[in-house]
């Protein structure tokens, strides 16, 4: 593969939007877009996908046609064939996105992996991670994943799993259902409706009145009341801590990583649960891996279709 001249998409696939971003083998950013879009389940909907494509290529300077390589990166389990077994957050019909790219762009080597994996794949590459070493890269935003790479490659295990680290149970007495069906995972506390669940209980606890939250994935109004003092957003954003060290130090032991990275648009509040997360993480987690660092992202939101880019040029 020539990293230079080599070209390829990368699709990164939100609830609600789509990042691409055209780049070269060695990493080069050309040219980045986003698409707003719902259910990714109808031919409609398919072609606008490849729509989007088709302009990105255009900005960038090149024929579409002559992509080396397409990567999509969406928001649950994935298999090594490419089979999405659970996605408890969007709505897609995986194998008509996938026909539908093969069809417009046959000369173009597709890959799809999970989201959580494209970003650690794409931070490993390029950011905070260590692309020789072993990166677990922890993705915080509507739901809760992680991304492992090992020497390179991300590791996806036998059933598309791995990394399902919002799935991970750190809370055994919780009475809640998670949208996978289990109960306690942590998902359901580190996730933005996560957040603004624990806000509002620290609020009820206090008999307090809380702070205006937009939206039911507005975790945005309590990074900004914890910062500016609000006692139940500053505890809620510590537990969110305490919750994902639990699971960290459970991953750390299980794959010990180089370093664990946080990212994902919760990421944007790390500085209100940073110091929780890495006192609690050197409390729980077993000797050997204490100073194991936790850093966040580096390259926010990019780290999705860089990754999703980087594993389809892997595969050329």
Not at 15 to 26: A, E, F, N
Not at 80 to 105: F, K, Q, S, V
Not at 217 to 239: I, K, M, P, S, Y
Not at 240 to 246: D, E, K, S, V, W
Request: some cysteine; charged content about 20%; proline content about 3%.
């Amino acid at each position: 593969m020539d990293e230079k001249t080599t070209k390829a998409v990368g699709i990164d696939i939100g609830g609600t939007s789509i990042k691409m971003g055209l780049v070269t083998g060695r990493g080069e950013v050309l040219a980045t877009s986003k698409v707003s879009t719902g259910a990714l389940d109808s031919d409609g909907a398919f072609a606008k996908v490849c729509e989007g494509v088709h302009a990105l290529a255009e900005q960038g300077g090149i024929d579409a046609g002559k992509l080396d390589a397409i990567g999509l990166d969406v928001p649950g389990v994935v298999l090594e064939d490419g089979t999405l077994t659970m996605a408890p957050n969007i709505t897609l019909d995986l194998a008509g996105l996938t026909t539908t790219l093969r069809e417009a762009y046959p000369q173009a080597s597709l890959a799809v992996l999970n989201d959580a994996n494209a970003a650690a794949l794409g931070e490993a590459w390029l950011g905070s991670g260590n692309a020789r070493g072993g990166t677990v890269m922890v993705t915080l935003g509507t739901g809760v994943g992680a991304g492992v790479v090992i020497g390179g490659n991300v590791i996806a295990g036998a059933h598309g799993a791995a990394g399902e680290i919002g799935h991970l149970n750190v809370e055994p007495e919780e009475t809640e259902t998670c949208n996978c069906g289990c109960r306690g995972c942590l998902e359901q506390y580190a996730s933005a409706r996560g957040l603004i669940r624990l806000y509002r209980e620290e609020c009820e606890a206090d008999g307090a009145e809380p702070v205006a939250i937009a939206h039911a994935t507005d975790a945005l109004a309590v990074f900004e009341a914890a910062r500016g003092g609000n006692t139940q957003a500053v505890r809620a954003c510590e537990r969110l801590g305490h919750y994902l060290a639990r699971a960290l130090a459970a991953v750390a032991v299980t794959v010990d990583p180089d370093a664990f990275v946080v990212g994902g648009g919760m990421s944007g509040g790390w500085d209100t649960f940073a110091r929780a997360c890495l006192a609690h993480y050197r409390e729980v987690a077993v000797s050997a891996c204490k100073d194991t660092p936790i850093r966040p992202a580096s390259l926010g939101n990019d780290a999705g279709f860089l990754g999703a880019a980087r594993r389809a040029l892997l595969s050329l």
